[in-house]
């Protein structure tokens, strides 16, 4: 008996994907949108039973398919006896109400659906906080939908989080809750601005790029970590940070979430603070999959996302991934292409020596050699020194210790502070 009540809830829901192709989009790369959204359906546990293109210059205001291609869909689902539509755009509340009343099924669409994904996923404080906060701004004027009294019973994507309780929650609430959260935020970043502080010695790299480029599995791979790593997007939701230490320099690498195209505003906006890990990198590695037809996509849609959270003038080394699922001919093809880039296989070991290579050698355009006459009675000194530069030679004469080396320019004001006593007999 428990075993036939348990069913169902296992069982996969069954989703209709829509999208559109027109002017402005090729069907060519509505194809390849409408198979990510595929990709983000999987994720968030539905079967996808058919994918269904549509040609319309612009999305009809009311239904957003049309009057005669809803009586078509609903048509599709009743015959794939399908559970829910899945839109490749966002949806207004009337486009929802108005799908769902002919349809008499879940309509989403693909900002409600990413959001499904983060809720699945998020494990910290500080995510499932953002999140909440971004879904409920979300449903702020979304707040009638005719099946929402199902969810408590069936659950399912597109439930999770305040979904399950959004019939019973006015606007005031809602309000009320999302200053809350914003206050929670507020305290988590300042308990995050304090612990990056007692980093601020170390050289900072942060992995970006696109959602399943193999970020994770780079990180692994390069220090050995324990970040969780699927072949699934948005594997990754917060911010990991291991020590990598490499032959002549010691890094604060971190790992970071996968951006995506059409990311969801309020998604940018609430995750800004755990993406603080980006904007304070000294060197951002882009990573790309390498393998992918839409690699001029995917780097723009980084760049305009790192432009949204106001993050410019960064130094960034591209990292194309999976190089092992091309052929011969594809690698030298890529490279023509891309003549600057790196090609790795984080999964398989290749390339990752010149990538530290290269690392190396940027970190070390941003460093300055030195020369610094010690008094003995400035212990403290010395220890910062031994600390946070790379001492290349250390004599001791009478009552004082010669050391050299070279340090981060960044370090330099620091050094100023610490050693103002002290004249330096060289610095270049």
């Known amino acids: 008996m428990l075993e036939d009540l348990r069913k169902p809830s296992l069982e996969k829901e069954r989703a209709v994907l829509i999208g559109l192709f027109g002017p402005d989009v090729p069907r060519g790369l509505a194809e390849e949108y409408i198979d990510e959204l595929m990709l983000l359906s ?13 040609n319309r210059p612009h999305p009809d205001p009311t239904t957003f398919v049309g009057k005669g291609k809803l009586n078509e869909l609903k048509q599709i689902v009743a015959e ?71 969810s408590r019973q069936k659950g399912g994507i597109g439930t999770k989080g305040p979904g399950e309780t959004q019939i019973e929650t006015d606007r005031r609430l809602i309000g009320k809750r999302i200053s809350t959260l914003k206050e929670k935020l507020d305290k988590l970043d300042k308990q995050r601005t304090t612990q990056r502080k007692g980093r601020e010695s170390n050289v900072r790299v942060a992995l970006v790029g696109y959602t399943n480029a193999g970020k994770s599995t780079l990180m692994n791979a390069l220090v050995e970590a324990d970040v969780f790593a699927e072949d699934r997007l948005f594997a990754t939701l917060d911010s990991t940070v291991r020590r990598f230490e490499m032959e002549n320099h010691e890094v604060l690498l971190s790992d970071t979430v996968g951006f995506i195209r059409k990311l969801p505003h309020h998604l940018i906006e609430s995750f800004k603070s755990t993406l603080d890990e980006v904007r304070d990198a000294d ?19 980084v760049k305009d996302t790192l432009e949204e959270l106001e993050i410019k003038d960064y130094k960034t080394i591209l990292v194309l991934n999976k190089v092992d699922k091309l052929k011969p001919e594809e690698v030298m093809e890529r490279q023509k292409e891309y003549p600057g880039a790196l090609f790795v296989s984080a999964a398989r070991g290749i390339g990752l020596t010149k990538l530290e290579e290269r690392l190396e050698k940027l970190i070390e355009e941003d460093y300055v050699t030195f020369s610094y006459n010690v008094p003995l009675s400035h212990y403290k000194a010395v220890a910062f020194l031994h600390e946070t530069a790379n001492v290349t030679s250390e004599k001791f004469e009478d009552n004082f210790v010669v050391i050299e080396g070279s340090a981060a320019k960044a370090d330099q004001k620091r050094f100023e502070a610490i050693l103002s006593e002290i004249n330096p007999i060289e610095q270049v």
């Open 42 to 54: 999987d994720t968030a546990g539905a079967k996808t039973v058919e994918k269904i293109l549509q």
């Open 80 to 150: 794939k006896n399908a559970d829910i539509l899945i839109f490749d755009d966002d949806l207004s509340s009337t486009q929802i109400r108005n799908i769902e009343k002919v349809t008499k099924v879940k309509v989403l669409d693909r900002s409600g659906l990413i959001l499904d994904i983060f809720a699945s996923r998020a494990k910290t404080a500080a995510a499932k906080t953002q999140v909440e906060l971004a879904q409920l701004q979300y449903l702020l004027p979304r707040l009638t939908r005719f099946w929402t009294h199902l």
């Open 283 to 301: 060197i951002l590695l882009h990573v790309v999959d390498a393998s992918s037809n839409m690699i001029d996509d995917y780097i723009s849609i």
